[in-house]
């Protein structure tokens, strides 16, 4: 049941982004930033297959490809940005809740009027699921904010605890061998917030469109109005573990569809 398996995030106030030290070609100009959030509710686990089977059934949608790996609780994979916040809907709809998206599917892409979009406005005081800003994110993959390199509140990437690719040489990980391919949502133990693979196993998709940080103080930021790329957070399977650190951004087509990204629901404390 989705309901029982958010964990409540308290808000508080942090340092988001990285140094300059840290910072690589998927990070922007901008390094560390403060940021204060009110609370919310985060889910434990990546969205399933099981889960977002249950939504292509109910609507006659085509099931995304599992690769071969399996469905079940494994992280629903090949799913695009725009698939995320009609789930969410959805899913919102299911438990009687008032939906935080309002889809306009006529919608064209604001730089590109030959791309196809499915366009959301989010409904802010809506009590329903979405998927959680770029901020909710990494407050909750650094356990409100702490210090911590990985998002299972460890300052060292080990194969036996996360999954990624540790064949690259990195400071602050462990040698072995990859999986190569995602495993079950459960795997591994979670951070201390209880939130479970917040690095590796999947990217994670964010509300926020993709563009460099503000050096201002912002409360509750949710990104700017429009741009290309949505942000994705917390590095796959596939990712060496520097692409894991909670800092760490990467974007992604809002209307990209691959097996390295899936997403995880939020809602607003109302």
Excluded at 7 to 22: D, N, P, R, S
Excluded at 111 to 117: G, I, Y
Excluded at 179 to 190: E, K, L, Y
């Amino acid at each position: 049941m989705a309901l029982n398996n958010m964990v409540l995030i308290q808000g508080g106030i942090f340092e988001m982004g990285a140094t300059e030290e840290q910072m690589n070609v998927w990070r922007v100009a901008k390094p560390v930033h403060q940021v204060s959030l009110y609370s919310y509710y985060l889910s434990k686990y990546a969205v399933t297959f099981e889960q977002y089977d249950a939504f292509c059934e109910a609507i006659g949608r085509e099931k995304p490809s599992d690769m071969g790996w399996g469905r079940g609780m494994r992280p629903a994979i090949n799913i695009s940005w725009c698939d995320a916040i009609e789930y969410c809907n959805w899913l919102s709809e299911q438990y009687g809740l008032e939906p935080c998206y309002q889809i306009d599917k006529a919608a064209k892409h604001p730089n590109n009027s030959e791309l196809p979009a499915v366009f959301a406005f989010w409904v802010y005081n809506a009590n329903g699921f979405r998927l959680p800003t770029e901020a909710e994110w990494e407050y909750a993959a650094r356990v409100q904010g702490k210090k911590i390199l990985f998002g299972n509140s460890q300052n060292i990437a080990d194969p036996e605890e996360i999954n990624f690719d540790p064949s690259e040489k990195y400071p602050y990980s462990i040698d072995g061998i990859g999986r190569a391919c995602t495993v079950p949502v459960d795997s591994f133990n979670p951070n201390d917030l209880g939130l479970f693979n917040m690095s590796g196993n999947v990217w994670e998709w964010c509300w926020d469109w993709y563009d460099e940080y503000s050096e201002e103080t912002l409360i509750n930021p949710k990104g700017p109005k429009s741009g290309t790329f949505c942000v994705i957070r917390g590095g796959s399977w596939f990712d060496d573990a520097e692409s894991l650190e909670v800092s760490n951004r990467g974007r992604a087509s809002f209307n990209d569809c691959n097996d390295l990204t899936g997403f995880r629901l939020a809602r607003t404390l109302i």
